[in-house]
């Protein structure tokens, strides 16, 4: 163990020096703000690389790219590494793994993003493709309906179509994924569904 590390966990309480050098197993870490959490996780990776494993087999998940950009410098100031750990937050873990595995979402490789506003002008297209007035079919609404689709990994069959209005929504639905696979792109949802999906069909990802 390097004298950087060691002078490093010397910051650390004994509670969290615990937490740093648990051994195999899940450990759940409940704490408040200001309380340490990022500090602890941080000397955990060190710790984890100098006890032998490596930096690719590695995972740590943020909610934030602050949180994930604080804790790469972390890691980064006290380990010389040639491979850098995966930290980041949910939906960038998602690009990752679609980027390795982008085929299984039917796509090809050079896929792009839809961002809220392009996603948003993919619906309105539709809408007024199928002659649907705004008023009643909301844009906005729709796309929410869409998200929760997404959100919730349904799949075709189990989405509730029992209005005339629902069915609208469902065909919207329908129709927005496959202009989405059309353009060879991903909205911000599918970083997370589609991900997940891959993830419980193929054992080998």
Do not use: C, W
Not at 26 to 44: E, N, V
Not at 62 to 87: G, Y
């Amino acid at each position: 163990m390097s004298k950087k590390s060691d002078n490093f966990k010397h910051e650390l309480n004994e509670t969290q020096l615990r937490a740093v050098q648990h051994g195999n197993g899940p450990l759940l870490i409940a704490a408040g703000a200001g309380s340490g959490k990022t500090k602890t996780l941080t000397s955990r990776i060190i710790h984890l690389l100098e006890s032998g494993i490596k930096p690719e087999n590695i995972i740590a998940i943020t909610f934030t790219n602050k949180a994930a950009k604080e804790m790469r410098n972390r890691v980064s100031s006290h380990e010389s590494l040639a491979i850098s750990p995966f930290i980041g937050t949910f939906h960038s873990l998602g690009v990752q793994i679609l980027k390795e595995e982008v085929k299984l979402a039917g796509r090809t490789e050079y896929f792009t993003i839809f961002d809220e506003d392009d996603a948003l002008s993919l619906v309105k297209k539709i809408l007024a493709g199928l002659n649907l007035s705004k008023d009643r079919f909301n844009p906005l609404a729709i796309m929410a309906k869409i998200s929760r689709i997404k959100n919730e990994l349904l799949e075709e069959e189990e989405i509730a179509a029992e209005s005339q209005y629902e069915k609208i929504v469902v065909s919207v639905y329908k129709k927005y994924e496959e202009l989405l696979k059309q353009s060879n792109a991903f909205d911000f949802d599918d970083l997370i569904e589609k991900t997940v999906k891959i993830l419980q069909s193929d054992k080998a990802v």
